[in-house]
Structure formats: C-alpha cells, structure tokens
C-alpha cells in the first residue's frame, strides 16, 4: 500500500519534456479555441459541434497541467516548480473564462439552438450544458470589462487565495515546546487524552496571531472583491450569484436551515450532555467537540482504516470497494500531515484518466477513517460521471457533497450494526460529532459568512471584528451547548473556504450534501440492492440538470421543508439516544 500519492500519472517529474510541451501548448489552444468561436461561419450546427470538441479536448489536457501543480502545491507548498506554474496557468484559465463567454453570447445569438441540439446526437447528449451557456450569457460582465477585470482578479483575490493557502501551510504552532505543523496540531482534537487536546487548542489558537492581519487582508479583499464581480454579473449580492452558479433555488436553501434552525435546541442537548460526561458544567468547550467518548478509544493503523473501509463497502456494491482497493494500492491517497502540507482534506478528480487524487492528514481517529470514507466518496462520484460527456461533469457544489457523505452514513451504520452496549455511545458520538458539523457548525459558517459579507459596503472588518463575528455566529447556531467562555474566535482563518474565489459561500452545500446523502441512505434501507443501479445513474447526472430537477428524478422534493425535517430528525433521534445513554453512564 502507498501512502503518498502518486503523480506520475501525469507526468514523470517536471523535467519530463511532455510537461514543458502541455504547458507551451494551452495557451496556443485556447487562442485556437478563441478563434473558433469568433471566426464566421454559415452552418451554426457544424461550428456549435466543432467548438464543443475543442473545449472538452482544451479541458482534458488543462486537467492533467492543472492536477499535477495544484497537487504537489498541496502537499509541498514551496515547490519552486509548481509555484512558478501557477501564474501562467492562472492565465490559461482567465483566458478560457474569456472563451466561455464568448461562446456563450454566441449560443444566446442562435434562434434556432433548439433546433441545432436535436439535430445532432453528441450535442443533444450536452443538451442542459449548451442551453445554459446560453442562459448565462445575461449574467456576464461587460465584453469591454471582462479582460480587464480577469486580470486584475489574478493579482487580486486569486493571489490572495494562494497567499492564504500558504501561509496556513507552513504555518507551524508550538505544542508543549516543540514547533509541529497545523494540521497535526488539530489532528490532536481527537486525543483521548483530555490534557493533550487542551493544550493542542491552546497552541492552535495561539499560532493564528501570527498571520491574524495577512488572514484578514485576504479575507475581507477577496469578499469585497466578490461582490464587486457580483454586481457587474447582474445579481444582487454574492449569495444571489453562488446559487444561480450552485443551480439552486433560494426557496430550497431556506427550507433546508428552517428544518436546521427548528433542531437546533435538541442539538444543543447532545453538546451538553457530551459536556457533562467529560466533566464540563457550562457546556462543551471547542476543544471536546471532537473528544472520543466511550470505552473504546480505538485509533486505527492507515493498513486496519483500508481493510474496514473495503469490507464496508462491498456490501453495498463491489465497484465502490474496488475502486477503494486500487486507490490505496496505487497511489491515488497523500495519507499523513507533514511540513508544508494544507491542512484538512479533499478529493481532485482526473476525468480523461478516470482516476482521483485524495489528501487526508491521518492521525488514526474514527473520525479519519470517516474521511477517508468521505473523500473516496468523491472519487467515486467521478467515476460515476465518467459515464457521461465532460462538458456535463460540472457538478454544482451542493450535489457535490452527496456521495461523500452517503459514505460517511454507510460507514456509521455498518459500524453501530456491530457495536455492543458499550460501543454504541462511542459509535453514536462519532456519527453524532460528524453530523452536528455538518448541520450546526455549517449553520455558523454560514452566518457569519454572511455577516463578512455585509459589512464589506462599509468597512473591512478588522481582526477582532471577525473575531467577534465568528463568536457571535457560534452563539448563534450552537447556543448554550458550547462553553461561552471557550469557543473559537479564529474559525474564519482555519477554514480555507472562506477564501475560494470562485465559490463564496462555500459552507451550505456540506450541510445540503450531508442531509440529501442521509434521505438516500433511507432509501437503500428500504429498497435495498435494487437501490444500488439507481443511486449509481443518480451520481453520473449530478452535471446535467438543475438540483431541484435531479434530486425530483428519484421523488425528492427538496424545496419545502418537509423533506429536510425528515433527514434532520434522523440526526435528532441519535441525540436523544445519546443523551440517555449518557445519564445512564453518569449514574
């Protein structure tokens, strides 16, 4: 088994000749692309179909540039030859953009694109795609403006996105004297030890003064810059824009935090009655909200996490264990924290390959396992989506998070299937730890992003306004089930999401994700293998409609609350087990 990923598969190293040839050739593309879509021609059919295969054949060489820097970006955040990749690749992607906006006010121009989609089989198939470039073309900046703007945005919040990635990465904290990388820091959350996960709080809380103003600068310029972008795409507001790129309606959102807002108080009892079991009086301090409750502390080797992980998922189908099988073989996971690795985890997918790359920071907690589950959930979303054309691959964020965390619900239940008497209030803290991040702390993220936001059309915030903002946010969605004395002021500089330019309000599809995987779960349990075949089309056209027209598809209606009380009440019904088997322990 491997334990660094392999990018090999890309290219040798970067002095393999192949790699000085793609990068020399993408912009000579997309100025061939650019090209096409402006030069004239009579039959719209023949020029629509010869612009389609250009862009899906200019997208699989980016793909494979793209992965192999952003990639070992992550995992070394020095690398002179891949930092050195990213200015002009950001300008193959700024160029691009430019491409796709021309071609989407040449799409709006056609009377007859109907006609031109039935017309021909390869186009019907990226039918949705092509009458949404179309769409869109309402809501693109300025012809005049739009280089102009792509440019500045590259020394603007595109720089400050890096800049902020690598200044987590290789921000290092001081734990019980001796200077450890962030992500292990944090990985100490899951400590059995009661001491060690106190004083890791402390050193991570500590370590952040030291970039708190860089953090900021970057926070608020690229929210700023957001709405900026937002205004001159003719939408009200950042939100109004994330959800039209989402391909999600404002009514779903506000269903799904109305169930959320409704469970909240009995939330808040699991935090309490968690608190009360490790000794706390006033509620859970931040740093146990990731505290192993039971008797068993279990952690587990990489080597126990795959052979669980497999036995799990061939159960529900041997394709998912298979692929999880020749991702842990053949390199496709980077598994430990190290010096000048980012912190957290997450999955890229290579759709001309029909491969995925994993990061995770594996320290041997459930919750790790738990990941790994989430982000091979991913992959296999992407070779679910391997069955369709590329141009339909483009998987809105919130649909994005199904299959993720589908796998985290198998995974519990399968493990709770097993679990005795004493392990059920370990398994179910486990589930419950998960699921109340997914619902409440998201919730908190979600608030305070808005509240960032906000204040952008009057001021930059400054260090202790966001501090305060993200305490104010956690009062908010966790209440009095968290310690008011211990919380954490600078979850805006931990979480990376804040910092996305492309995707702002980059918390709500976690939370969407997370409850829409639940209902599916529900669904295999009562329909059991048959399910299987369903769920698997169901991933592969995650790219080709609008959410609320996709999740409709298998009788999901997603837009009213209903839907959102059932998937929250599931998550419910476990804090109230919780919360009894706790009193019970505690007598």
Known sequence: MKTNWDLTVFYKDYDDPQYAADMKALP???????????????????????????????SNLSERVSLMNMLTISVDADHPQANAAQTPMNRVFMAYAQCESSFSRYLASLDNLDEIIAGDEELAKRGFVLREYAENARHQIDEKLEGPVLKMQLSGGK????????????????????????SAVRGKAYDPDPKVRKDAYEAEIDCYK????????????????????????????????????????????????????????????????????????????????????????????????????????????????????????????????????????????????????????????LSDVSTLAHELGHAFNNKMLSRVPLLMTDTPMPLAETASTFNETVLAAELMKKA??????????????????????????????QKVVAAQADHALSVQELKDAMLWAQDQSYGDGLDPDVRHPYMWACKSHYYSTGRHFYNFPYAFGGLFG???????????????????????????????????????????????????GTVVEEAKRFAQLAQEEMK
């Open 28 to 58: 000579e593309q997309v100025k061939a692309l650019a090209a096409l879509i402006d030069q004239p021609d009579e039959d719209a059919a023949h020029k629509v179909r010869a612009i389609v295969d250009a862009m899906e054949a200019l």
């Open 159 to 182: 720089a400050l996105s890096q800049l902020r990635g690598k200044l987590e990465a290789t921000l290092t904290a001081n734990f019980r004297g001796e200077e450890i990388p962030l």
């Open 210 to 365: 030291k970039i708190e103003i860089p953090m900021a600068v970057c926070l608020n310029s690229i929210k700023a810059e957001g709405e900026t972008i937002a205004e001159l795409r003719g939408y009200d507001g950042i939100l109004d824009m994330t959800l039209a790129d989402s391909r999600l309606s404002a009514k779903t959102l506000e269903a799904m935090w109305t169930a959320i807002r409704e469970a909240l108080p009995e939330l808040r009892e699991y935090f309490k009655a968690k608190g009360r079991l490790l000794g706390h009086k006033n509620g859970l301090p931040f740093y146990d909200l990731f505290a192993p409750i039971g008797e068993s502390t279990t952690t587990y080797t990489i080597e126990q996490a795959r052979a669980l992980l497999l036995e799990v998922f061939e159960k529900f189908t041997p394709e998912m264990s298979g692929m999880m099988a020749t991702a842990f073989d053949e390199g496709w996971i980077d598994v430990f924290p190290k010096k000048g690795k980012r912190g957290g985890a997450f999955c890229a997918g290579c759709y001309s390959q029909n491969i995925s790359r994993v990061m995770t920071n594996f320290s041997g907690s």
């Open 420 to 449: 005795d008497a004493a392990e059920e209030l370990m398994l179910l803290d486990a589930s419950l730890t998960e699921n109340t991040q997914v619902m409440v702390d998201i919730y908190s993220r979600f608030l305070f992003e």
């Open 518 to 568: 639940r209902g599916l779960y529900a669904r295999y349990q009562a329909e059991g293998q048959a399910f299987v075949p369903v769920y698997c089309d169901l991933l592969s056209r995650f790219g080709s409609d609008t959410i609320e027209n996709v999740t409709a598809s298998v009788g999901i209606d997603v837009t009213t609350p209903a839907f959102w009380r059932e998937a929250v």
